[in-house]
């Protein structure tokens, strides 16, 4: 059974910085890229940041410069750092492996002074 669970987000202000994080199991970690998406009040779901299993990494123009994204491969996990959060920033971010289509609960980020 494939679990993704995120956590890390919440209230910040404008400027600031989260690091979410998301733990796996039931996939081999090593052999999966891994995506951050995030999903904005009534707007569709976007892809934020891909991790290769080699450590390659691509980001959205939107989060290209702010935004991290690396892996832990002896912990199973993730990782999005996030700096210079904007309030356009606000979603629930998910991740998931890029080959298929498991979604964990999210995590909500809010960006608001």
């Known amino acids: 059974q494939v679990q993704l669970v995120e956590s890390g987000g919440g209230l910040v202000q404008p400027g600031g910085s989260l690091r979410l994080s998301c733990a796996t ?3 081999i ?3 999966n890229a891994m995506d951050w998406y995030r999903q904005a009040p009534g707007k569709q779901r976007e892809l934020v940041a891909t ?3 080699g450590g390659s990494t691509n980001y959205a123009d939107s989060v290209k410069g702010r935004f991290t994204i690396s892996r832990d491969n002896a912990k199973n996990t993730v990782y999005l750092q996030m ?3 904007k309030p356009e920033d606000t979603a629930v971010y998910y991740c998931k492996p890029t080959r ?3 979604w964990g ?3 909500q980020v809010t ?3």
Do not use: A, H, K, R
């Open 29 to 31: 970690f090593i052999l």
């Open 105 to 107: 609960q999210g995590t």
């Open 111 to 113: 960006v608001s002074s």
């Open 25 to 27: 199991s039931g996939i």
């Open 83 to 85: 700096n210079s959060l």
């Open 51 to 53: 991790i290769s299993i």
């Open 100 to 102: 298929y289509q498991y």
